[in-house]
């Protein structure tokens, strides 16, 4: 009897438990997760909003040994690379010139950078401001509450999942998709982030919002049950 007297109470947590991990459990992340030594890559980054108000800037920094090449120009999004005295860029900052990324949205943006010719882990800290004035720095190490997103960069042909481009033609391609007319600013277009991790996640998020339903429904049936039987 004890057991079915908790039971609105155990299903009632299980539920918030559920809802509630499944919020924390995003990131922001920087895609590929692999890629090979000197390579010119395109990344992805996803930015996820985890509060109830607008993100309203990005700012990604250039890892030790990577080279940020060109971004991708995004509709509503200023773009801004910093340099340093040799004029390579040092970060991206991403800054909306419209309404940002809403509660519950998230939003993507791709940059070329060449990679380190040697095997490492390339770890890309990011900072996420919102609205209010607020940050979040993704700097933390695996584990944290706030973990930057790893890039393995390695010659295994095992891991390696994704294409890269090589070697200086594509890099003269990189280089002439970023000089334009006087006063453009240095742009590319990469080919569209694959939508695998994107599936993926929504297949998890969608398994615990069903889970967490359930649960729900559990909780309310046991306390009218358990409201039913103290009034007789």
Known sequence: MKLFKRLPFMATVAAGFLLFSGIASAHV???PAVSQPDAWETYTIKIPTEKEIPTTKVTLKAPEGVELMSYQP?????????????GKITSITWEATGAGIQAGEFQQFNFVAHNPDKETNVAWDAFQYYKDGSIVEWTGDEGSESPHSITKITTASGEATEPADHGHDAAAGDQQSQQGDAGKTETATPDPAPASDNSSANGVQTATLVVSIAALVLSVISLVAAFAKKKR
């Open 74 to 86: 995004v509709p509503d999004w200023k773009v801004t690379p910093q340099k340093d005295g040799s």
């Open 29 to 31: 992340t920087v895609k």
